[in-house]
């Protein structure tokens, strides 16, 4: 049975709503971040470089631009965050087949241990949310915020 709450929200009335979500996603994200970069020292890793790190992980080599783009900022902080990440070989530059002038950047096997030593961290730490959340309520949360994130797509972060 359906109800009101069902119902699409028309534009003027959905508007508002989002705004609530960024009302709690600016400091949900900057709690995690600070719990990151207190946590993280012994692995030497910033939100920046972890962030590239868990990119790779997930996707398997990329170059910098493509980092870039899937993660929403500029190139240059990107190639920053590769920079720092190699000096503590936890990335290395490879041979692109598809293009001679843009590396492939990968994981090495310390860049490895130490991501999934935080994610393994992290994971612990994300099962301290307590409530009676169910699979729906997040899969509701990521279709919300990945139609937020489209709509922001045209916006240039370099």
């Known amino acids: 049975m359906s109800t009101d709450q069902d119902a699409p929200l028309p534009p003027d ?47 398997g080599p990329m170059t910098v631009p493509q980092m870039g783009r899937a993660q929403a900022i500029s190139r240059q902080f990107v190639q920053r965050m590769v920079n720092e990440a190699a000096a503590h070989d936890f990335v290395e530059a490879v041979p692109n087949p598809a293009h001679q ?32 959340l169910t699979g729906a309520d ?12 489209d709509a922001f797509a045209d916006v240039d972060v370099n």
Not at 29 to 45: C, F, I
């Open 13 to 59: 009335d959905l508007a508002p709503r989002l705004y609530e979500v960024f009302a709690v996603l600016g400091p949900l994200y900057r709690r995690v971040t600070r719990k990151v970069e207190l946590n993280e020292p012994l692995e030497g890793l910033s939100v920046g470089v972890r962030a590239v790190l868990d990119l790779l992980r997930t996707h």
């Open 101 to 132: 002038r843009s590396s492939l950047i990968r994981l090495t096997g310390a860049g490895r241990t130490a991501i999934d030593t935080v994610i393994a961290r992290e994971s612990a730490l994300l099962k301290k949310v307590d409530g009676d």
């Open 138 to 149: 997040v899969d509701t949360c990521i279709r919300v915020l990945t139609r937020m994130l």
